[in-house]
C-alpha cells in the first residue's frame, strides 16, 4: 500500500505495551474531537469521539482524554497489537454552524514491535 | 469496510486533463465530504453536500466542482490538472451532516497527474 506522510512523528512500542498517542489542537472553539486510524492503503477508519464537555472516554481497549486547559488530547491503546500499527490522526470540529467539517493534525505513525 | 464506495481506486492520467472521482455514501447517509491527502498537507477538508446541496466548503480550488445526485451519490470534478493535484482524493459520508455526525470515510481514490 502507499505510504501517508512519510515524514510523520512514529511512535515504536512492544507488542502488549500500552501506547498513548498525543495531539495539540489550537482553537478553544473546538467543541468535538475525534481520533482516526489510517492503515496503509486504505481510508481513515473511526476509533473513538469525545465531546468538550467531558475529559475522558473510554472503549473497547482504548481511552481519549481531553485537557481543555492546554488543548491537549490524547489517545491511549492498551496492550498494543500488530494490528494497531497505523497512522493516527486527531481531527476537531469547531461548534459552528457555517462549518461542518473536520480539521485534521498531521498524524502520528504507531509502529508495534513484535 | 465502512460502506463507502468510491471508484476508481487509482488514476494516472497527464496534465490539464479532467477526471471525475465517483463516491457513493453508506445507505442512509445524506451527507457526502471530500477530502484531499497529500504527503505535504495532511487531510484537507474540500466540500461537503447535503441532500443535493451544498453545504460547506474548504480548500477547494476553482478548477475542483463537486455535485451531489438525487440518488445521493457525488462526484467530484478535477479540471486542468496539475502534477501538485496528485494526491489521494478520500470520500466520507455521515448521517445527517451534523457538527458531531460521525463521518465514514471510503477507501479513496488516487490520482497521479503526470
Known amino acids: 500500500g502507499e505510504s501517508v506522510g512519510l515524514h510523520l512523528p512514529t511512535l515504536s512500542v512492544q507488542e502488549g505495551d500500552n501506547s498513548i498517542i498525543n495531539c495539540a489542537y489550537s482553537n478553544s472553539a473546538s467543541d468535538y474531537f475525534i481520533w482516526y486510524k489510517q492503515e496503509s492503503g486504505k481510508g481513515p477508519q473511526f476509533i473513538i469521539d469525545i465531546r468538550s464537555n467531558m475529559d475522558k472516554r473510554q472503549g473497547q481497549r482504548v481511552t481519549v482524554l481531553l485537557n481543555k486547559t492546554v488543548k491537549h488530547l490524547s489517545l491511549q491503546i492498551a496492550a498494543t497489537q500488530p494490528g494497531d500499527s497505523a497512522v493516527y490522526f486527531c481531527?476537531?470540529?469547531?461548534?459552528?454552524?457555517?462549518?461542518?467539517?473536520?480539521?485534521f493534525g498531521s498524524g502520528t505513525r504507531l509502529q508495534v514491535q513484535p | 469496510d465502512s460502506g463507502v464506495t468510491q471508484t476508481p481506486k487509482h488514476l494516472i492520467t497527464a496534465t490539464g486533463q479532467r477526471v471525475t472521482l465517483r463516491c457513493s455514501p453508506r445507505s442512509g447517509d445524506l451527507s457526502v465530504y471530500w477530502y484531499q491527502q497529500s504527503l505535504d498537507q495532511g487531510l484537507q477538508f474540500l466540500i461537503q453536500?447535503?441532500?443535493?446541496?451544498?453545504?460547506a466548503k474548504g480548500n477547494i480550488l476553482e478548477r475542483f466542482s463537486a455535485q451531489q445526485f438525487p440518488d445521493l451519490h457525488s462526484e467530484l470534478n478535477l479540471s486542468s490538472l496539475e502534477l501538485g493535484d496528485s494526491a489521494l482524493y478520500f470520500c466520507a459520508s455521515s448521517v445527517a451532516g451534523g457538527l458531531r455526525d460521525t463521518q465514514y470515510f471510503g477507501p479513496g481514490t488516487r490520482l497521479t497527474v503526470l
Open positions: 453536500y447535503y441532500n443535493g446541496e451544498e453545504r
Open positions: 481531527a476537531e470540529n469547531i461548534g459552528d454552524t457555517g462549518r461542518r467539517a473536520l480539521t
